[in-house]
């Protein structure tokens, strides 16, 4: 304990432990700017209710990364799309947040991530089928787009579907995050900081 500092705030596990929903009126750090949930990239949400409608939540809180960058950088996919993907993974920013779910908003999201892999099966098998058996080469075109058409909207869904919330913008110290129930938006206070340019 030699680096003890009398003066220091409380160390990380107050943070970690989470502020509960309804435990105090303490929401340090979380505000509302119209339909978006305004957060310090050091806060935590609520868990003990359901992000998406309010509900209770149930089972085990959900841990997700979040990423954002600037909407210019899609400007890119025009040129080429993997200098795309490799400038979104240098300059992304992203904030790391643990949402509650209720049992509706918990099974929809397994229902999007089972459909994704069963989409993604269907091409793997369509492929297996191909092959494995004789077709001519009309048929085998077919399937091959039937089976990339698959995947990709395998990909697609499995993007999509199930997410919960998502990060609007995100800056140094802020986050912006959609797709928050408005009884939780109604409980905090406004935002009044730089506002959210989207
Ligand atoms: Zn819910």
Redesign the pocket.
Known sequence: MSDFNPYAPPAADTLDSGRQWGESDDRGGLWRERFLLVMDRTATLPVDR?I????PATGRPLRRKLSWHSPWWYLIVLFNLLFYVIAAVIVRKTVAVRVG??D??RTRRRRWIALAWSLVLVAIGVLGFVASNPVTDATMATLMALALLSLLAGGIVGIYGPRVVTAKQINDRYAWIGGVSSKLLDTLPDWTGPKYHG
């Open positions: 359901c998406v409608c309010d509900a779910l209720c509706l908003h």
